[in-house]
Structures are given as C-alpha cells and as structure tokens.
C-alpha cells in the first residue's frame, strides 16, 4: 500500500502533538487533508472530523462499526468506550481532550490508496438470493461483488468506499483505489471473559484483571426473541461456519430444515463463537450498517470484521456473561 498525505491537526488551546506530514490549525478541532483527486464535494455530507475519529477509535479496538463519516449512535458508543478507558472525562462527544488523546497514539494517515489485485478482481462472486432454499443450493455464499468485499476489507460503508471512488474500474487489476487506513484488530492482552451488555448494545472483550481490550457494536436480541441472561461459556468458534435452520429450534422462518454453506453474506456472516446453548452464539452479519440498529432472533450481531478479530482471540471456556 502506498500512503496518501494525511490527517490534521487542530486546537484552541495549547497542545503538543507529533505532528503528521500536513498540519493545520482549525479552531478547536481537526482538518483532514483528503487524498489527490479526492473532493470535498463528492464527500457530500459527511463530517471529515467525525470520519477521523472513527478510523482512530477503528484502530484502538473501541469499533464505531461501519466508518461512514456521519456521527450516530455506534460512533458516540466507541467514544464513551474509548473515554472510560483512557482516563478521559465521561461522555459521547467529541472535544478537545478526546481529540488529543487520540492523536497522541492513533496519529498517522487516514487514507491511503490500494492497488487491486488479480484475486481482488477475479471473486467468485455471487448472485445472492434472499430465499433460503435458494441460499442453501450456493457453492458458498460469497461476497456480491468487488465493491462489497472492499468495503468490508478496510471496515467502510459501501456508501461512503463509492463516494472515494466513484470512477473506479473494480474488475481490472492494477487499478489504485482510495480506502481508510483501518485498524489492524490485534489485542494487547488475552481475552478472559466476554460481556454481553444488552442496555448499552456492546460487547467487551476483557483480560483476567477486568480490562476492556476491545468493545463492539452490537445488535442482542430482541423483545419477541430475547438474548439469554446469565452466564455461558464459548463451546467452540467456527471462523468459517455454515448456518442451519431447523424449524423445531425456532419460532419464526420457513418450516423445513436447511443447511446454508459458509460465506459473508450467510444470515451469521460465516464466522461462529458458539456458545454452548443451542441457537446461542455471537456471530458476524451480512448488513455491517445495521448493527446496533435492528433487531435480532436472540443472537448477538457484530460486523463481519468485528466478530472475526473476537474469534481470533477467544477460546473454548472463556466466559461470556451477559449483563
């Protein structure tokens, strides 16, 4: 990857701040200087400090899931997240001090430009049907097509990677495209325990002392189907898992038993942390923008990209207490 000039920073009050390649001072905030070619207008509407935020929150493992540049209610999560952890005044905004704590660890660029490759462009990619009878005829239940798997590959919105590259030929290799320099989802300690928290739709990541090492957005349950209570342990994690639909297990749905292959854009998103109750677990989600904004039938939701670094870190017996 080769990098593209960066970020920006700001504030009203002194600060002293490693300062990145281009730096400006914007009142009490950031300027974030966009890649070569790259427009503001294209951008329409999205918030460029809000946009920077995210991608340093992405990189601290406190998820703001999709990055899209618009503020809502998964990004102002990860900032409490990130405050509580960081010996930062409670709250979801964004002020001064989030933004030097930020800065003082996460500087760096924000975009940064990618060349596709052959396995880049060549898929498979699939033609995915709603139907799951129809799901569970696919060789495997891939990626539509090369703009959604690029999107989930640097954690963006599909919105947001077409408004970067809006005259991009996504089927040629060798072809450069703008993307956000993404977290890399590595842990600093070892994963102990996992908290379910319904109230606050997140999931924590903690080490044996009680340490956050990373929280996620999260869509738990619902009120027809609600997510258990209590304690559980993982069983086992399936990275790439199929899904299976037995009626007798569920009360909504089809009434025949189907087996769907593996795939992110499966109804679990492919990836599996069973929890040792039948029909329990967290897993990923074909629809990354709707975490934390839907419902579920009683699992726990993540990103795709979320529920791949919890499986990663997690292993059969570590508590997951739901809160």
């Known amino acids: 990857m080769k990098h593209a000039p960066l970020l920006a ?5 002194p600060l002293t701040i490693a300062a990145p390649p281009v730096v400006a001072q914007d009142g009490p905030g950031l300027s974030v200087t966009l890649p070569q070619g790259v427009t503001k207008s294209q951008l329409g509407q999205r918030d460029m400090q809000v946009l920077a935020v995210q991608i340093m929150l992405d990189r601290t493992n406190h998820s703001p899931g999709v990055i899209d540049g618009f503020m809502g209610g998964n990004t102002r999560r990860a900032i409490e997240a990130y405050r509580r952890n960081n010996d930062l005044p409670s709250g979801d905004g964004i002020d001064s001090a989030l933004l030097r704590s930020l800065l003082d660890t996460q500087s760096g660029e924000m975009f940064r430009t990618y060349t596709l490759t052959e396995d880049d462009v060549s898929g498979p990619f699939y033609d995915v049907p709603s139907d799951f009878a129809e799901q569970a005829d696919l060789e495997r239940v ?3 097509n090369p703009q959604e798997m690029l999107a989930e590959r640097f954690h963006m919105d599909q919105g947001f990677f077409e408004a970067l590259n809006p005259d991009a030929e996504l089927s040629q290799a060798g072809q450069e495209i703008v993307v956000i320099a993404r977290g890399d989802k590595s842990f600093s300690g070892e994963v102990a325990r996992i908290e379910v928290r319904k109230d606050a739709g997140e999931v924590a990541a903690l080490d044996a002392d009680g340490n956050e090492l990373a929280t996620y957005p999260a869509t738990i349950g619902s009120g027809e189907f609600p997510s258990p209570s209590g304690s559980m ?5 399936a990275p790439e898992a199929n899904y299976t639909f ?3 297990d569920q009360k909504w749905g089809p009434d025949k038993t189907f087996v769907i292959p593996p795939g ?11 929890l040792g109750k039948d029909g329990y677990g967290i897993h990923g989600s074909p629809d990354p923008q709707l975490i934390g904004k ?5 699992c726990v939701r993540l990103t795709n990209w979320d529920a791949r670094a919890l499986a990663d870190a997690v292993s059969q017996g570590v508590e997951v207490e739901f809160v």
Do not use: C, F, Q, R
Not at 9 to 13: M, N, P, R
Not at 264 to 274: L, S
Not at 294 to 298: A, E, I, L, N, V
């Open 9 to 13: 920073a700001l504030v009203a009050i």
């Open 233 to 237: 342990t993982v069983n086992a994690v």
């Open 294 to 298: 839907t419902t579920s039938h009683g």
């Open 264 to 274: 992110p854009n499966n109804p679990i998103g492919g990836v599996w942390i069973d």
């Open 246 to 248: 037995d009626p007798d």
């Open 142 to 144: 891939g990626y539509k």
